[in-house]
């Protein structure tokens, strides 16, 4: 942290962060927020393998039928029938 000028602030815990075992107290709690960290991201990737294995489309449909054209050009046109009549 004191190389990187990073700055914390404290607000329920009134503790002395910049002695020796306070420095330590905040190594550990960086410690373990990395962990978290890296847990959550590896949930994350093995659930979208997962899903992926099971044949689960991930992310936007892209819009190439003609039938999305089609709809998303109707819905503009309501859009623009909604608010030039509100």
Known sequence: MDQKANSICFFKREYEYFNTHGKAMLQMMSVIAELERNLLADRVRKGIEASKKRGVAIGRPKNSTR????????????????????
């Open 67 to 86: 039938e999305t054209r089609y709809c998303s050009s109707n819905v503009q046109k309501w859009r623009l029938f909604c608010q030039r009549n509100h």
